[in-house]
């Protein structure tokens, strides 16, 4: 019986999610990568709940693969960092010393994910990073290749710098020219919580 019951409120609990994305515009492979719903049902839950002229737009094809976008565009990367924070204070990104398992897609996290996402929405007066450019930000903030986060020396600001120029770009905040990423120091503060 307990079994039953424990399954039961993990499908409800997918289809939750699969609700909360489609209502963020995510694309079918990202449903389906959070939640482990097949594309078919992802496709039946958008006909069965989403009314025609609702305003929700289901998205096809692939996600967007932009790093220059949070760096290089106005918009894009005044956003950036300001999502980026979202993202660590609700675990979304976690640090190298969490391990892989702790960045893996669960349940837990794609609700976090959208807790991040909702709460940068509300917080930034003009938010320009839509949702599947903020799960593009996450993936690519976790695996560290060409987006990295950045703690300023002079201010402890975070943000978001293209891997290769690392110590070239001023601190978004106050404009010191940080030396020394200090990213240890802070995600062991972080990880106290
Ligand atoms: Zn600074």
């Not at 019951?5 to 999610?17: A, C, G, K, Q, S």
């Not at 305003?55 to 300001?82: C, L, T």
């Not at 003009?126 to 002079?154: K, M, N, S, T």
Request: hydrophobic share 40%; proline share 6%; charged share 25%.
């Amino acid at each position: 019986m307990r079994v039953t019951d424990e399954r039961y409120n993990r499908d409800r609990l997918r289809l939750e999610l699969a609700l909360r994305l489609i209502g963020h515009e995510a694309r079918t492979h990202t449903i389906r990568h959070w939640t482990g719903l097949s594309d078919d049902r992802i496709r039946k839950l958008f006909r069965a709940y989403i009314r025609p002229g609702a305003g929700v737009r289901r998205r096809r094809g692939k996600s967007p693969q932009q790093a220059a976008f949070f760096v290089r565009s106005g918009a894009g990367a005044a956003d950036a960092h300001a999502l980026a924070s979202m993202l660590l204070l609700f675990g979304v990104v976690t640090p190298p010393t969490a391990g892989a398992a702790a960045a893996q897609p669960s349940l837990a996290r794609g609700r976090l994910l959208c807790e991040a996402f909702e709460t940068y929405r509300r917080v930034v007066p003009q938010p320009c990073i839509d949702f599947e450019h903020a799960v593009y930000l996450a993936g690519a903030l976790q695996r560290g290749e060409e987006l990295r986060l950045r703690w300023c020396g002079g201010c402890a600001a975070v943000d978001v710098v293209e891997h290769p120029s690392l110590r070239a770009t001023p601190c978004r905040a106050c404009g010191d020219k940080p030396g020394e990423v200090t990213a240890p120091r802070i995600t062991g503060r972080m990880r106290g919580h």
